[in-house]
């Protein structure tokens, strides 16, 4: 399916509106401060259309923070699982994020598939928002090569001057589109207008680091014994924020939770952070990477070199959260330029 | 199943925890179907000296006060420190900011020499504690994890990560961005970040991370342009006692040398 559609921007408000009313619809709103969050929205009004990446990815609907994943009687020695879902659409996702969004499918439906995330993945309708404009010094969406739709939506908006250029590309997409008179089909000067757009960006958008994407993993490969870890070290409070908003960090943690009766309980999953002192502590008080610098290295390493070697993929969206958010302002644009101009 | 008899003392504190307990609501029927409760001035008369847990608030300010813990310690099977003042000192701990007699004779006036005193204390640094409950309050639905590990003969790990990862977690915006001082990322998680989420700062309340990066912080001042007192100050509301702490695991340290 490959088609276009046009919605008028003063459609925008009911679009959003009678969207909301058939389902739970999740979209960009502001926060202050130059904040974004993905939060339920009922009409147009509410969200930013306009945004730089948002403090939690949309991640979040696909993995939640905190999820029940299975409830337990330990007297009985019963057990079952639970799947938490909703049906969601999810508006306004960034190209960056819907690159995330892919790459968390394909972790989570390789072998051992993640039952709970595949039902919410197959329930959640992703509407893709283009970025016009560069969003701010901290991105590296074009040195990653997602600052163009490369799929992953249902639907895909475009903002031109006076309506939104609507990619239809799912059955479910279209069954959006197709449920309300708002749209129309597209004509030569919308696409005229679009290809114009995209011209622009390819002046807007350039590499944001001194290497090119294909050298990227041989760097880190070469890397890891480098002083840039070391100046890292110094730097890193291990807050953890930096794998928190990251889009494609799917390490989590899970506990059991007892009831009052001590008897029944649930079993609950958790986001958890390789950056946190006791990540990769075990029994007996050893711990793995006790060095902030260690732990810093190794999150780079997921990103862009082991994650070569198991999915065949750059884990890095270039959505520039990790950089925007830290404490320490440790920027990955600045890492990767250190690493490159070390000597071979 | 027999119930266990769990009782509540209060040491230099405002009995503000042990009210947390009492303002749960519901819950703490739930509660009440689990432990008996032998021992809570706040909400009873009767008094008993035989109990199972000991659920100990305030910290130890005075000779009676030492006197009073290890008695209480000898008869509890299991001690459980609970809210600040009992755990890290909490604000009793700006007393130790004053040399003592002058604190005394401020306090007190012309009466203070009826009342003995000794720099502040959280409970651990005088007698064994086996479980703590951070916060100022505590946080309901931690001290409710840390009952039922306590009844199920577990151990309680207090989270040891800073309060910003569950604070990114609720995506609040960072106060630092709003241009504000927070306590956040040097002090334990474990609240849910109760105060950001309710647009307060976080006060650091739980006490320190086991391992800050005391170099890493300081340049985030710098960045800020937070002067470091601010931060000391800050800390000092809280922490002042873990001086405690640190005067202990440096004696340890030359033993061992």
């Known amino acids: ?64 923070q905190r999820e029940t994943i299975l409830a337990f009687s330990k007297k009985e020695h019963e057990w079952k699982p639970i799947l938490e879902k909703e049906p969601l659409v999810v508006f306004g996702i960034h190209t960056c994020d819907l690159e995330g969004i892919q790459l968390l499918n394909k972790v989570f439906t390789t072998p051992p598939q993640d039952t709970n995330y595949i039902n919410r993945m197959n329930d959640i309708t992703t509407i893709g928002l283009e970025c016009n404009d560069y969003c701010d010094e901290y991105a590296s969406c074009c040195v990653m090569n997602n600052h163009l739709p490369n799929s992953g939506y249902d639907l895909f908006f475009t903002e031109l001057s006076n309506d939104f250029m609507v990619h239809i590309l799912t059955e479910k997409g279209e069954k959006i589109t197709g449920g309300t008179p708002l749209f129309s089909e597209a004509q030569s000067a919308h696409h005229k207008a679009l290809e114009q757009l ?3 960006k ?30 890292i070290q110094n730097r890193c409070v291990a807050c953890g924020n930096c794998t928190n908003v990251c889009p494609t960090c799917y390490c989590f943690d899970i506990k059991d939770d007892i009831n009052l009766d001590l008897n029944t309980g649930v079993r609950i999953r958790s986001w958890d952070s390789c950056q946190n002192e006791t990540f990769a502590k075990v ?22 070199n082991y994650s070569i070697g198991k999915f065949n993929k750059y884990f890095c969206t270039g959505c520039g959260r990790c950089s925007r958010t830290c404490m320490a302002k440790i920027n990955l644009k600045e890492t990767i330029n250190s690493l490159a101009g070390e000597k071979k | 199943m027999k119930k266990t008899k769990v009782a509540f ?25 689990l432990i008996e409760v032998v021992n809570f001035r706040e909400v009873m008369s009767e008094r008993s000296d035989d109990y199972d847990v000991a659920v100990v608030e305030g910290s130890i300010t005075s000779p009676h006060g030492v006197e009073r813990i290890k008695k209480i310690r000898s008869i509890a099977k299991v001690l459980i420190a609970y809210g600040s003042c009992a755990t890290i000192g909490g604000v009793n701990g700006m007393k130790n900011n004053f040399e003592l007699e002058d604190i005394r004779k401020y306090v007190y006036q ?8 000794i720099p502040t204390r959280a409970v651990h640094q005088v007698v064994p504690v086996d479980y703590f409950v951070h916060g100022c309050p505590v946080y309901i639905p931690e001290f409710v994890k840390v009952l039922k590990s306590a009844l199920s003969g577990l151990p309680y790990r207090v989270p040891d990560d800073a309060v910003c990862t569950e604070c990114k977690l609720n995506e609040n915006v960072c106060m630092y961005e709003k241009g504000i001082t927070c306590l956040g990322p040097i002090t334990r998680a474990g609240c849910n970040s109760w105060c950001v989420n309710n647009g307060n700062i976080c006060y650091g309340c739980r006490g320190m991370v086991t391992n800050p990066a005391q170099k890493g912080q300081k340049d985030i001042l710098d960045r800020y342009q937070i002067p470091m007192e601010w931060i000391e100050n800050k800390m000092n509301m809280y ?11 440096k004696k340890n340290n030359e033993q061992k040398c």
Not at chain 1, 37 to 45: D, K, L, R
Not at chain 2, 110 to 117: L, Q, R
């Open chain 1, 1 to 64: 399916m490959d088609k276009y559609v046009v919605l008028k921007k003063s459609d925008f408000n009911g679009f959003i509106k009678s969207l909301s009313k058939t389902q739970k619809v999740m979209a960009p709103v502001a926060k202050g401060n130059n904040n974004y969050a993905f939060e339920e929205v009922s009409s147009g009004e509410e969200i930013s259309i306009s945004h730089i990446p948002t403090i939690l990815p949309p991640k979040k609907y696909f993995m939640p």
């Open chain 1, 198 to 200: 995209r011209s622009k």
């Open chain 1, 202 to 231: 390819k002046e807007l958008f350039k590499d944001e680091v001194v290497v090119q994407n294909n050298e990227l993993k041989e760097l880190f490969a070469r890397t890891v014994h480098s002083a840039v870890w070391e100046d």
């Open chain 1, 283 to 304: 029994a007996g008080g050893e711990n793995f990477r006790e060095e902030r610098g260690s732990r810093q290295r190794h999150r780079y390493m997921r990103k862009f």
């Open chain 2, 9 to 33: 003392f209060d040491f230099s504190c405002c009995e503000g925890c042990q009210l947390q307990v009492a303002n749960m609501g519901e819950a703490l029927l739930d509660v009440l179907d």
């Open chain 2, 110 to 117: 012309d009466s203070a020499h009826h009342f003995h005193t």
């Open chain 2, 239 to 249: 922490n002042k006692a873990r001086e405690n702490d640190l005067a202990e695991e």
